[in-house]
């Protein structure tokens, strides 16, 4: 599998400050995005509450003088993270802010506007509600939870928390190509293969997936 217009650090970078930046992470997962943070320049600390996703960003960091020299992992959720206010100059939510509840969901918006500097960002990194890659991880049963409800619900809670100011929002689809079905197959684990073959066929092996990135400062 290769994934092609990842804009990610690029639309980031447009509205964020990276180089030399003391930036929170939250929802690292397996360290991807972490990657990219510090390559741009940033030093992160990238946190998840699943201890297993810690254990493989860790992993993936010792691959990379960059992570090394610029991440520090740590199990923790934004609830139980024990820093001071104002530590840090930009707070990144990577693909983690629509797992949370509704109530939630507030109070990690107010959590992080106390470790944020009165300057800094805060970034929301969001998947998408459609794409071709989304419908095939549903219809193929690569997952089983329709997050499509969270994700709406995600979008109008930081959308109308009366804490954030907008900066900016901006949109892009990255494209996911795979190089057969067996490259599919092992890329993605799918549960029910039938129709899948043909459905990547209908897609040149090449599905999107829908991105959205907002931007906001304390209001």
Known sequence: MRRHDDKYIEYLGNLVTLPETYLLEIGCGSGFRTQQLSEAGACVLAIDDNPNAVRKARERARENEFVLQRAVFANNSVFDLQVEDNTFEAVVFSFSFHHYRRLDMHAAIDQVLRFVTSEGEIAFFEPGVAGTLYEAELRFKSRTDDERIAKLCAYEVMRTHRGLKL?????????????????????????????????????????????????????
């Open 167 to 219: 900066v900016d929002e901006l949109h892009y689809d990255e494209v996911f190509e795979f190089e057969s079905l067996d490259d599919y197959l092992a890329a993605m684990k799918p549960k029910d293969t039938v129709g899948l073959e043909h459905y990547l066929e209908e897609n040149n092996y090449r599905l999107t997936a829908p991105r959205r990135l907002n931007v906001y400062r304390a209001n």
